[in-house]
Structure formats: structure tokens, C-alpha cells
């Protein structure tokens, strides 16, 4: 019910993510910074990567993620194939995630990684990861639109 809707969700978004990776004319223009832009393109994929891999990976798939925040708004020259291999297992590894979620645990369980200063419900918080996704999609969508001239 909400977890394939979810799931088909996060694909779909997930696979817009590699799209707008892919639309950037010059790999470069994707760390680039400029004026009021804090965050390249490319960082902001690490981000997402980054941030699902913990939180959907590591509290239902069990992938062992090491997280490293730093990187993802640090890291520069991440060549455009190794993201996209990124994304694809992040698109692999949230698919086996939610599979793990039942109906039950839903609407009963809160999740299983205190994200923030107070716990919060599993299907809160699988929704406000989806919202975050689209969130900085679409900043990057600016971001290449704006810079990638």
C-alpha cells in the first residue's frame, strides 16, 4: 500500500536525480559555487546518496553505511559515472529497504535511527526523507539551470 507507492516515488525521483546529473553540459559546472549558491550540484547529489544510504539503508537494509557528511558538502570532482553508480545502488538499496517495512510497522513503529532531537514516527519520517529528496532536486535543477550555460 503506502510502501509501494513510497517506492515507486523514491525510483522515480531518484532516477530524475541521475537525469538532471546528466543534463549538466560540462561535469565542472557540477561543483561549482557561485555568489548566494552554497552547494554545487554535485555535492548536493552526495547529500542525497549520503543521506538515504544511512537512513533507509542502514535502518532497514542493514548495508553497514558508513556516513561521511563531511564529503558530501566538501568533496569535489566526484567523476559523473561514479555517481551514477551511486544513484543506482541508492535506487537498489531503498527499494530492499522498504521491502523490509510491513504495513504494521507503518502506522505502529516509530524509526529505527533517532534522526533528531526526539524520535519520530517511521512513516513521518520515511516521508520527510522522499520530501528532502525532491527538496534538493530540485535545487539542483536550478543550480545546473543557472550555471551550466
Known amino acids: 500500500m503506502i510502501k509501494d507507492t513510497l ?25 561549482e559555487i557561485e555568489n548566494e ?8 547529489c552526495l547529500h542525497l546518496i ?5 537512513f533507509i ?21 566526484v567523476p559523473r559515472e561514479e555517481l551514477y553508480k551511486d544513484i ?4 537498489t538499496i531503498v527499494e530492499n529497504g522498504l521491502d523490509k517495512i510491513t504495513d504494521l510497522q507503518f502506522s505502529e513503529e516509530k524509526f529505527p535511527i533517532k534522526i ?8 513521518f519520517t520515511i516521508i520527510h526523507l522522499h520530501a528532502h529528496l525532491n527538496y534538493h532536486l530540485g535545487q539542483i ?9
Open 37 to 44: 549558491i552554497k552547494n554545487s550540484g554535485g555535492n548536493l
Open 116 to 123: 533528531w532531537e526526539n524520535e519520530t514516527g517511521l512513516a
Open 50 to 54: 549520503g543521506n538515504l544510504k544511512t
Open 88 to 91: 543506482d545502488a541508492t535506487i
Open 57 to 77: 539503508g542502514n535502518g532497514f537494509a542493514d548495508i553497514g553505511y558508513t556516513r561521511k557528511r563531511d564529503f558530501e558538502f566538501a568533496g569535489k570532482d
Open 7 to 31: 517506492k515507486e516515488l523514491f525510483v522515480r525521483d531518484l532516477k530524475r536525480l541521475k537525469k538532471e546529473i546528466q543534463l549538466y553540459k560540462d561535469e565542472s559546472v557540477l561543483w
Open 141 to 149: 535543477n536550478y543550480h545546473r539551470r543557472i550555471l551550466d550555460k
